[in-house]
């Protein structure tokens, strides 16, 4: 097989496609998910911070 190569300066996006009603459902799932999971990510990297380096956050003790 032959390869093509690729003129980047010819290649362009198509923009508004429009999506099917089952593709916007899933985008909106993902996003969804991700924002429930996010303040646990969050929060565990916060406690794990404090973990490994508590001198830093004894300023922060009431």
Do not use: H, W
Not at 2 to 9: A, L, N, R, V
Not at 12 to 25: F, G, R, Y
């Amino acid at each position: 097989m032959s390869e093509i190569p690729i003129d980047c300066p010819q290649v362009q996006l198509e923009e508004n496609i429009p999506l099917s009603d089952e593709e916007v459902k899933k985008i909106e799932e993902e996003q969804r998910k991700l924002a429930r999971i996010m303040p646990a990510i969050l929060g565990g990297c916060s406690l794990f911070g404090i973990l490994v380096n508590p001198e830093d956050y004894s300023q922060y003790k009431t």
